[in-house]
């Protein structure tokens, strides 16, 4: 339910707080890289903006993990901006300022005009769900504060992934609409509503398969996403090739996808699919047959103003030069893995040796490419360091070897202390680290972990753990929760460690 004020938003509870990858700058980065554009964002000293930062707990990351960049980050809700300025006093980060604003009028606002120009404009959640007044003071604020050759990164529900899912999200709005109460037991009415039709063999619902395999999946999602997705006013998926239009006016440039796997149309279509794909040059036809061939329901497009092209050979030095960690232990790292193409296969013969070098910390990929022992036909940085951080077992790290400072390790306890709690199961989560230069991507019960370790209670009792992080749960998820606390304590510290994010 949206109040006088909200203009169509979900006002009456707050968004889920999240720390996102595809927005953090080594994400963004690498992305650019593997697009075979230059990477123009200084090390130090760069201005950050977040657009429709929610509860801000990405810019406090961010901020956290570079303390000599500037963060903003902008947001429409009051109650998400009180909150984040509540923790970043707690934490003590003095590099990151949270602003209550309506996007649809900042640019022209005199804070707006106060602010330096941005090296990097992140907005993820916000374009399909906010109205044309809003859009188009984006592209406004985009083209006068995004400076050459500055990144901007946008989210979106895309259009033809989204196809089949209309007509489950205008039932579950308008069945929601229709009842008193509060967003969250609105979008829960309805999504009641569409598994009863569903039931009934409607066969609007029945026509797409996608929609009968989503249901039990919305299951597991929490009721404060599914209102902020389903009961917004302004919900619209898009095109592509739109949002390209729209933001050129800003002149901003199409580069690719922070999503990074899809930057590789080997592992998104098939020979035959990649042969139609090949007959078309311009970027926007490209992305469309993509989308025909594998269609993406949340698009992570990276647009750059004044997209400087690299040659191959300028790409891939750039490309020896980073450095990557494993995100996990090596005996677990998957050589196997599902790709919108079907199976990819990494050659064992080469990253076996890879990873096991990897296991013993950050190591650069110019060192990787010759691990002992790995055995390849020829140097290819981009599928390197392409499938190890896009499949998620491994990141790039911005400063190898950095320690966390007390800014870092107050942020991290305060995010152990908020979200390594029950009712954030089954979220994705994340700790600062200024040697990741963004977010350390984690479990929840990895988060509960690492927060004991800081607390330094790391040698407590796994019992007692197990019963602040499961007892509400059921008898068969309680052995699932700990389970995964043992294999935590077991390797999550010393990872942490590796990592940056908890001290040596």
Wanted: aromatic share 6%; proline share 5%; net charge negative.
């Amino acid at each position: 339910m949206s109040s006088a004020w909200g203009q169509g938003y979900v006002t009456d509870i707050d968004y889920d707080p999240g720390v996102y990858r595809e927005q953090m700058p080594t994400q963004l980065k690498l992305a650019c890289l593997l697009s075979g554009v230059h990477w123009d964002v200084p090390d130090e000293g760069a201005h950050y903006v977040e657009l429709g930062c929610g509860q801000g707990i990405g810019a406090l990351v961010v901020a956290a993990s570079n303390p000599s960049w500037r963060v903003t980050a902008l947001d429409f809700a009051p109650g998400h901006i009180a909150g984040a300025r509540a923790l970043a006093r707690e934490a003590g980060i003095a590099n990151v300022t949270f602003l209550e604003a309506d996007l649809a009028t900042f640019a022209e606002s005199p804070a707006a005009a106060a602010l330096p120009e941005a090296d990097i404009v992140t907005a993820h959640g916000v374009w399909s769900w906010v109205g044309e007044p809003v859009k188009q003071g984006i592209v406004r604020l985009l083209r006068s504060k995004l400076r050459a050759g500055g990144v901007a990164h946008v989210s979106y529900n895309a259009l033809p992934g989204w196809q089949g899912m209309l007509l489950v999200q205008r039932l579950v709005r308008e069945a929601g609409l229709r009842l008193a109460g509060r967003s969250d037991r609105q979008a829960a009415a309805g999504l009641s509503l569409v598994r009863d039709l569903l039931g009934a063999e409607a066969g609007g619902l029945l026509s797409d398969k996608r929609i009968a395999a989503w249901l039990p999946e919305a299951a597991k999602l929490s009721a404060t996403y599914l209102a902020h997705e389903f009961m917004n006013g302004h919900w619209a998926p898009c095109w592509q090739a739109e949002v390209a239009s729209d933001l050129a006016a800003a002149q901003l440039d199409f580069v690719g996808t922070s999503t990074l796997l899809e930057n590789f149309p080997e592992l998104a279509m098939t020979g035959p699919q990649r042969a139609v794909y090949e007959r078309f040059d311009d970027p926007l036809m490209r992305e469309l047959v993509k989308e025909s061939c594998n269609p993406r329901t949340l698009r992570h497009d990276l647009y750059v103003r004044g997209a400087r092209r690299m040659s191959a050979a300028q790409r891939d030095a750039a490309l020896r030069g980073l450095w990557l960690a494993l995100l996990t232990t090596p005996d677990r790292v998957r050589l196997e893995v599902d790709v919108a193409a079907g199976k990819a296969e990494m050659a064992r013969a080469f990253y076996e040796p890879v990873v096991r070098m990897m296991g013993d910390g950050p190591a650069q990929v110019a060192d990787l490419l010759h691990a002992p022992g790995a055995v390849s036909e020829r140097e290819n940085p981009a599928e390197l360091a392409g499938l190890m951080v896009g499949t998620r077992q491994a990141m790039v790290i911005a400063r190898p070897g950095a320690a966390p400072d007390a800014t870092v390790l107050r942020l991290n306890a305060l995010l152990a202390r908020h979200f390594g709690v029950t009712a954030m199961l089954n979220r994705g989560q994340s700790m600062a680290s200024i040697a990741a230069g963004g977010g350390v991507p984690m479990t929840t019960a990895e988060l509960f972990v690492a927060g004991r370790a800081l607390a330094g209670a790391a040698d407590e009792r796994i019992e007692g753990w197990t019963e602040a992080l499961a007892g509400p749960l059921e008898p068969s998820d309680q052995e699932k929760v700990a389970a995964a606390l043992a294999e935590a304590r077991a390797d999550t510290p010393a990872r942490l460690r590796r990592l940056g994010a908890l001290p040596s």
